[in-house]
C-alpha cells in the first residue's frame, strides 16, 4: 500500500493548541501517527487536548509555553527534544486579535503587543527549532497568517500589520532554510468558527457568508487539513507559499 503523507512517527510542536485552531491542528496530526508536543499558556486545556489524543490512541506531551517569552520557548524546544528526540515539524498558530477598533485609536502599548503576540512569536520559535532542523536537514514549518494580512483588515491595523510580518518571515526563511531540506509556508486563515472568534467578533460573521462562494465559515478541521498536507512529505516541493483554505472567498492569492 502507498501513503500519501508519510507523516506518521514524525514530532511536532503547536503552538497555543489548548482550543480552537491549534487544538483542531494538533488533534488532526496525532490522528495521522505524529507525535504532538501540545503547548499554550492555559494548562487546563493544553492537558485536556493531550489526553484527548492519548484516549484516541495518539501519542502527545504537554508542556507550558507562552510564546511571548524566549525563556519558555527554549524550555519547550527542550521538552519536545527530550520527549521525541527531535522536533520535525512546527507549526506557529498562537496568536490572535482584539474586537476592531479604529487605527487612530491603537495605543503604543497595544500596538506593541499585537507585533510581539503574532510576530516575534513566530521568529523566536523558528530561531528556537532551527538548529535541530538544520541538522538532521529536515523540517516542516507552518506558520498561521490571516486573510487580514492580504486582503487589509477591518479595524484591526496592529494584527494586519503583525500577520502580514508573517508572511514576509516565511517567504524570507523559506529561502534561507531550503538548502537544509526544511520547507516553510504560510496560511492566511481566513474567519473560522473558534472559541476566539466566538469571543471577539462572532455577529460579523453573517454578513461574510454570502461573500464566501463556498457558502460556510471555516472550521477549524479546514485549517488543519491544510496544515497536514503541508507538513507531510507530500508537500516536500512546496516552499515559500500562501496557502489559503478560503472558502474561494479570495482568488489566486
Ligand atoms: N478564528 C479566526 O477567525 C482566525 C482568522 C484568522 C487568523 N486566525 C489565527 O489563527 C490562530 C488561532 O486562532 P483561534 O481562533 O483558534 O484562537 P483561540 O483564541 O480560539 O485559541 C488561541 C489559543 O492560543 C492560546 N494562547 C493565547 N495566548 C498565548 C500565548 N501568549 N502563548 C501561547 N498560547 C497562547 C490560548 O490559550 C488558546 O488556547 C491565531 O494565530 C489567529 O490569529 C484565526
Not at 480552537?20 to 499558556?41: F, Q
Not at 538544520?134 to 496592529?158: E, L, M, P, T
Request: hydrophobic letters at 40%; one cysteine or more; a negative charge.
Amino acid at each position: 500500500m502507498r501513503d500519501y503523507l508519510r507523516v506518521a512517527g514524525k514530532a511536532a510542536i503547536v503552538t497555543g493548541s489548548g482550543r480552537g485552531i491549534g487544538r483542531g491542528v494538533a488533534m488532526e496530526l496525532a490522528s495521522y501517527g505524529v507525535k504532538v508536543m501540545v503547548t499554550d499558556i492555559n494548562d487546563e486545556n493544553g492537558l485536556r487536548v493531550k489526553d484527548e489524543i492519548l484516549a484516541a490512541g495518539g501519542t502527545a506531551e504537554y508542556c507550558h509555553c507562552d510564546v511571548m517569552k524566549v525563556e519558555d520557548i527554549k524550555n519547550l524546544v527542550q521538552k519536545t527534544v527530550e520527549a521525541f528526540g527531535t522536533v520535525d515539524i512546527l507549526v506557529n498558530n498562537a496568536g490572535g486579535g482584539e474586537p476592531p477598533c479604529d487605527f487612530d485609536t491603537i495605543t503604543d502599548e497595544r500596538w506593541d503587543h499585537y507585533i510581539r503576540f503574532n510576530l516575534y512569536s513566530a521568529f523566536f520559535m523558528i530561531r528556537e527549532v532551527f538548529p535541530h532542523m538544520k541538522a538532521q536537514k529536515r523540517g516542516k514549518i507552518v506558520n498561521i497568517s490571516s486573510g487580514y494580512a492580504i486582503g487589509g483588515g477591518d479595524f484591526c491595523a496592529h494584527y494586519a500589520s503583525a500577520k502580514a510580518g508573517v508572511i514576509g518571515l516565511t517567504t524570507s526563511i523559506a529561502k534561507e532554510a531550503a538548502p537544509f531540506g526544511i520547507n516553510v509556508n504560510v496560511i492566511p486563515v481566513p474567519t473560522t468558527d473558534t472559541p476566539g472568534l466566538r469571543e471577539a467578533d462572532f455577529e460579523l460573521v453573517a454578513d461574510e457568508i454570502p461573500l464566501i462562494p463556498l457558502g460556510r465559515i471555516a472550521v477549524p478541521e479546514d485549517v488543519a487539513n491544510t496544515v497536514l498536507f503541508l507538513v507531510s512529505e507530500a508537500a516536500d516541493y512546496v516552499t515559500g507559499q500562501i496557502v489559503a483554505p478560503n472558502g474561494g472567498k479570495r482568488m489566486l492569492v
